[in-house]
């Protein structure tokens, strides 16, 4: 079955560079939600979107920004990074009346600040 | 604000043994949805088991089941017969229901589970 795509797996960029993270939902599915977890902790919820209109918003830092286009993939922007970024983005995608499936999550990226 | 705890940062057990980890949240609504994910060294996050809070009935899934206890907001993962493949850091999350302001999927802070061989 087709799962949730994340695009790249890792990222190494430098201080006060822009980052751009991809990913693509399961087909049918007209919600994506990102989470920043950095290490040894939980994930933090980012940002959601249902039907290319943002849902909710978290912990997003103004430096980030993000969108769902047509084909329902979506985009975390991230400029001026910072070491602190430095974390697994996961991506996840749902229908919105999902219940009791849940999410289903992408392998997600990881993000280096060096 | 709804809130996800899970008080043993790190517990270890036996292989073939049985394990539990402790979960308690906080709400105010009556039907919401509680899961646990497992994040194994790959840090996939993988769905374990699934609960809804109107359903009585402790949701079973193989080895692993939950203790569902509405009154006391707990919910709490049972490993039967650990296996070394189960090594991972549990999360327990919580989910209200569908149409409100948010899906979003709040999580606790995570137990590491080492399973000895």
Not at chain 1, 60 to 63: A, F, K, M, V, W
Not at chain 1, 81 to 85: Q, T
């Given at each position: 079955a087709a799962g949730v795509i994340q695009s790249p797996r890792h990222l190494i960029k430098e201080k006060r560079e822009t980052a751009t993270l991809k990913c693509y939902p399961i087909p049918r599915h007209d919600t994506v939600y990102w989470y920043q977890q950095g290490p040894g902790q939980d994930p933090q919820f980012l940002i959601s979107f249902y039907e290319k209109m943002q849902s909710d918003k978290g912990s997003?830092?103004?430096?980030f920004s993000a969108q769902q286009f047509s084909d329902y993939h979506s985009e975390l922007n991230m400029s001026s990074?910072?070491?602190?970024?430095s974390a697994l983005y996961f991506c996840a995608s749902s229908s919105l009346m999902a219940g009791l499936y849940g999410y289903t999550f992408g392998s997600g990226t990881r993000l280096t600040v060096v | 604000a709804q809130t996800v705890t899970q008080s043993q940062p790190e517990m270890s057990v036996q292989e073939a043994e049985t394990v539990t980890l402790s979960c308690t949240y906080d709400t105010s609504e009556s039907n919401y949805y509680l899961f646990w994910y497992k994040q194994p060294p790959s840090r996939q996050m993988i769905l374990v088991i699934r609960q809804e809070a109107y359903k009585q009935q402790n949701a079973t899934e193989n080895r692993f089941s939950v203790n569902f206890q509405k009154a006391a907001k707990s919910f709490s993962l049972k490993i039967s017969d650990?296996?070394?493949?189960?090594t991972a850091m549990y999360f327990c999350a919580f989910r209200s229901p569908d149409g409100g302001a948010t899906n979003k999927l709040i999580f606790g802070t995570g137990t590491l589970l080492a399973v000895q061989p």
């Open positions: 997003i830092p103004d430096r990074l910072e070491l602190g970024d | 650990s296996q070394l493949g189960d």
